[in-house]
């Protein structure tokens, strides 16, 4: 049985339990907190030197790092990743888009806020977020417009990769009221048969 090494509070690692959630997929799940430095103990360092968590270790001992990665290599085969060409490369597409345009604002204002509490020392950090991070909303919810999903007409892990940190997204400040069509999304998600909540 292969190991998933996250924390559950991170929507990164939450991508991946969400995943083998859907897809029934059996594996360990090995917490690490980062607050506490885990990522950056030698042991962990030895698996990923990049000092980053999630991590995948397979039963051979071969570690895939990086969420997105890891999504492509557990939804390989599935209704997850389409076998069309042109169509995983949309899924690709999304995923770069949530790892440049979405994560880095929504996501770190979410660690400043959620984790951190708001320190006055990241304040301005803070507060430089938010203009990214709605502008990030605002592509989702044109896209999203006429869509029920990102990419075909089912849930693909491109969905799971944007839905991690976007169904939080309240943690880090941002109001999705005027993002109708990115809250039935949201919906449709958790409707999904086999979902299971960040924390569940």
């Given at each position: 049985?292969?190991?998933?090494?996250?924390?559950?509070?991170?929507?990164?690692?939450?991508?991946?339990?969400?995943?083998?959630?859907?897809?029934?997929?059996?594996?360990?799940?090995?917490?690490?907190?980062?607050?506490?430095?885990?990522?950056?103990?030698?042991?962990?360092?030895?698996?990923?030197?990049?000092?980053?968590?999630?991590?995948?270790?397979?039963?051979?001992?071969?570690?895939?790092?990086?969420?997105?990665?890891?999504?492509?290599?557990?939804?390989?085969?599935?209704?997850?990743?389409?076998?069309?060409?042109?169509?995983?490369?949309?899924?690709?597409?999304?995923?770069?888009?949530?790892?440049?345009?979405?994560?880095?604002?929504i996501a770190v204002a979410r660690f400043i806020q959620f984790y951190l509490n708001l320190p006055e020392d990241r304040l301005a950090e803070y507060k430089s977020k938010l203009a990214g991070g709605y502008k990030a909303l605002d592509v989702m919810e044109k896209h999203l417009s006429d869509k029920s999903f990102f990419v075909g007409d089912g849930p693909?892990?491109?969905?799971?990769?944007?839905?991690?940190?976007?169904?939080v997204a309240h943690e880090g400040g941002f109001d999705l009221a005027n993002y109708p069509a990115v809250q039935g999304w949201i919906n449709r998600i958790k409707a999904l048969d086999g979902y299971l909540g960040m924390l569940d």
């Open positions: 049985m292969f190991k998933i090494y996250g924390d559950l509070n991170s929507g990164n690692c939450y991508k991946l339990k969400l995943l083998c959630a859907l897809l029934n997929i059996n594996h360990q799940w090995i917490d690490v907190d980062i607050l506490k430095k885990e990522t950056q103990t030698d042991d962990f360092i030895r698996k990923n030197p990049n000092g980053k968590i999630p991590i995948l270790e397979l039963d051979n001992g071969s570690i895939l790092a990086e969420s997105n990665a890891i999504l492509n290599y557990l939804a390989n085969g599935t209704s997850y990743l389409p076998s069309d060409n042109y169509l995983r490369a949309l899924v690709l597409q999304w995923q770069f888009f949530e790892q440049y345009s979405h994560e880095p604002y693909t892990i491109a969905d799971i990769s944007l839905y991690a940190y976007t169904h």
